[in-house]
Nanobody, 125 residues
């Protein structure tokens, strides 16, 4: 059974940095796409970033490109989201997701069957 456990959220001032971690277990993730989504109060869950487990190719939403970096450590079965130059509008619950989806559908939350419980990120002024 796939389990995803996020950690690393917290309160940070605008302009600061945080690193989120997603510890994955329950199977080998070869061929999977691992992704981060976020959801702010009253808004839909939105795509943030994704990475191919095998080759490490990455892609990002326009709102975080150049500020966030997704990476994975295969030995630790962990995916990271390094968030720099944080803005107030980055405040949300951040979720880790995984599935054998495709690049073309990877930005849709409905493409993922496996989700973590989420970790709160709050950016203050």
């Amino acid at each position: 059974q796939v389990q995803l456990v996020e950690s690393g959220g917290g309160l940070v001032q605008a302009g600061g940095s945080l690193r989120l971690s997603c510890a994955a277990s329950g199977r080998t993730f070869s061929g999977y796409i691992m992704a981060w989504f976020r959801q702010a109060p009253g808004k839909e869950r939105e795509f943030v970033a994704a990475i191919w487990w095998n080759g490490g190719s990455t892609w990002y939403s326009d709102s975080v490109k150049g500020r966030f970096t997704i990476s994975r450590d295969s030995a630790k079965n962990t995916v990271y989201l390094q968030m720099n130059s944080l803005k107030i509008e980055d405040t949300a619950v951040y979720f880790c997701a995984a599935d054998q989806t495709s690049w073309s559908t990877s930005r849709r939350a409905a493409s993922y069957n496996y989700w973590g419980q989420g970790t709160q990120v709050t950016v203050s002024s």
